[in-house]
């Protein structure tokens, strides 16, 4: 409620958003504030108040009521929303369950068949550490996890859930209270509040609704951009074929769907060389789906194995200390020339440290030698190609970040028929090969990817990278890394080969491109120039809306934004000549703080997540990887509780 004059309430907060990235704040309050607000929660306390439309710790995506046939892309044993001994941060380790040890300790200790009811305790009782889980189940973790962390508050920390959904946020000038406006009227007052509500939906495009807009005026159907879980899929007939634009995660839930949910299943099909091979037996009531995309495969399949060798020594070639360098010399840094060779040879020093130490048997020399020669010759010149074809026989044990990023190069056919077997056996090497412990140096990648990615993020925040760099390659590495770190589970991808081998997916290649006249939607690709275009009724946008504040449907953010109390980042040239409208939120790097339309910060008001320009790598995170959201968390949960009335001083950050 409103504070009268002179009435006097406890400091409060509101995190809009109480999905896992929201209660990942509130966990490193609960930890962070015997030290910077102890004194003040003997007086008058602390309310925390989380706001959500959701069931409060899963939030929208993770929420229980969804298809239990939508599983997570990461295995039991790689979850956790808890800070350990590897975390670097200014605020205390707090240890915490993670997603293995919750499964293990509710199936060994408690009650499954109650908490979980039947078919999720009979789920529970097949996890392994190496199991994808359903989503389903993973919403049970996250709310064991908001329970533990609300358990875990310090006397006079009280947490207050509304499920509701936070409609406005405006500032009494006098007392210099936030005023977040609840649906149905009520209202919340606090001294700060952050931004925690994940993917934004956003109204179409401009391009999407003139597309949608003749879709309608031609008698045809076109699902825009959103979370498929959420989309209306009862428009697809049985037997139709149908466009999908996009081979990402949203394609796999697409497909899922579409198949397996419309009462087909996939039965064990072994083969000699393919002892999971799967074989798919219909339901009667399938589409057909015709895919593409900029790639033109699927996101590379997520490893199935563990290091060999131990974790990589890393960072080696972008550490902090290099970044701190490029920052302090205020840029223009140029990504793909300054960053790209140091970002490069981290994800070679991953793969190679775990090929020379977990797979010494396939390679000329040991790790030191080969470590102080790879350290000593540029990214992509003559001398390190000549270096690695000398100490690694087996073309497939080198690096080849050209064909993971574009993994069809070379392919090419005259025509949809003939270009299946080609994708097909471009997917299926691709699985062998991140399920097969024979090439664990994938992994090492992935860890080394990782790294880099915190110091990119750095830098894309610092504002140092060249505007030219922001609108280009920026967007082109993040696509890169989702493609090799956000892709899907080995058994799904069995799945869509299934699919594929019996006629119901089928793959246009890359570079795909899509037009529309009265006859329907046409779809080409580069993959097969000169061949006829694929036409059908349907077209699906089978990926998540673009970021957009400007956009936004979320009515709190656009008031923001109409008053100049936020700032979408839009990016310029350095003529002034606008490069791109990246319809991220603008915030300060360090510790998520608003920029306002003025060019300055509001101390108050924080923002973290997706929708956002400092971009860290998921709400959740492997245990024992020093993960930057939890130490992102940590820094956000410190700016708050600073801010807080009574709390110990607080340096400003750079804005």
């Known amino acids: 409620m409103h504070r009268r004059k002179n009435e006097r309430r406890a400091p409060a907060v509101v995190i809009v958003g109480a999905g896992p990235r929201g209660v990942g704040l509130l966990e490193r309050m609960v930890a962070g504030a015997p030290g910077l607000y102890g004194d003040a929660l003997a007086g008058p306390g602390l309310d925390v108040h989380l706001v959500d439309p959701y069931p409060a710790g899963a939030g929208r995506i993770w929420r229980h009521a969804q298809s239990p046939l939508l599983a997570m892309n990461s295995m039991a044993a790689d979850v956790t929303m808890w800070t350990d001994d590897s975390v670097v941060c200014e605020g205390p380790v707090a240890d915490g369950p993670t997603f293995w040890d919750w499964a293990r300790d509710l199936r060994e200790h408690g009650d499954p068949r109650a908490e979980l009811g039947p078919e999720l305790a009979a789920e529970l009782a097949t996890v392994t550490a190496s199991t994808f889980p359903s989503r389903r189940l993973q919403s049970h973790y996250l709310t064991a996890v908001l329970r533990e962390v609300i358990d875990r508050a310090p006397a006079g920390m009280r947490v207050h859930v509304h499920r509701t959904t936070a409609e406005s946020l405006t500032e009494d000038r006098g007392e210099g209270d936030q005023i977040v406006g609840l649906a149905g009227g009520g209202v919340l007052c606090a001294d700060a509040v952050v931004l925690a509500s994940g ?158 130490a977990g797979h010494p048997d396939r390679v000329r020399t040991d790790w030191d030698d080969f470590a102080t020669r790879f350290a000593a010759v540029p990214h992509g010149s003559p001398e390190e190609a000549e270096l690695i074809a000398g100490l690694v026989p087996d073309p497939l044990d080198r690096l080849d970040l050209t064909a993971l990023d574009r993994p069809l190069d070379g392919v090419h056919a005259p025509d949809l028929d003939t270009l299946q077997p080609l994708v097909r056996e471009r997917i299926a090497e691709d699985l062998r090969q991140h399920v097969d412990d024979r090439h664990t140096p994938h992994l090492g990648a992935f860890v080394a990817m990782l790294s880099v990615y915190t110091e990119t993020t750095r830098l894309a925040g610092s504002g140092v990278l060249s505007p030219r760099s922001r609108a280009r390659d920026l967007p082109w590495w993040q696509s890169f890394f989702n493609s090799v770190a956000s892709g899907p589970p080995g058994f799904r991808v069995r799945e869509l080969l299934a699919l594929a081998g019996a006629g119901y997916i089928r793959f246009l290649g890359a570079g795909m491109d899509v037009s529309v006249d009265a006859d329907g939607f046409h779809a080409t690709s ?127 950050p750079a804005a």
């Open 199 to 356: 993917h934004l939906d956003a109204a179409p495009t401009a391009d999407e609704w003139a597309l949608a807009g003749r879709a309608r005026e031609l008698g045809l159907r076109y699902l825009p951009p959103e979370q498929t879980s959420d989309s209306d899929l009862s428009v697809i007939e049985p037997g139709e074929p149908v466009l999908a634009r996009g081979l990402g995660l949203a394609f796999v839930d697409l497909a899922v769907l579409l198949f397996e949910g419309r009462g087909g299943r996939f039965v064990p099909d072994p083969d000699p060389d393919e002892p999971d091979r799967l074989r798919y037996v219909p339901s009667g009531r399938e589409p057909v789906l015709i895919a593409g995309s900029p790639r033109g495969a699927t996101y590379h399949s997520k490893t199935h194995y563990q290091l060999r060798g131990g974790r990589p020594p890393l960072p080696r070639f972008l550490p902090p200390e290099v970044s701190d360098e490029l920052i302090a010399s205020g840029g223009p840094v140029d990504m793909a020339e300054q960053v790209w060779p140091l970002m490069a040879k981290e994800i070679g020093w991953g793969w190679y440290h775990e090929l020379f």
């Open 526 to 652: 580069s993959t097969l120039a000169g061949a006829e275009p694929v036409t059908t009724r349907v077209l699906v946008d089978a990926r998540l809306p673009d970021p957009s504040v400007s956009r936004t449907t979320d009515g709190l953010l656009a008031g923001l934004l109409d008053r100049g109390e936020a700032v979408e980042e839009i990016l310029h040239d350095d003529d002034g000549t606008p490069l791109r409208n990246t319809g991220l939120l603008s915030v300060r790097p360090a510790d998520g703080a608003l920029h306002t339309a003025g060019g300055g910060v509001h101390e108050r008001r924080f923002a973290v997540g997706p929708h956002t320009t400092v971009k860290v790598a998921g709400a959740f995170t492997r245990p024992g990887m020093n993960a930057q959201s939890l130490r992102y968390n940590d820094a956000v949960a410190r700016a708050v509780l600073r801010a807080l009335p009574g709390a110990a001083a607080r340096a400003t």
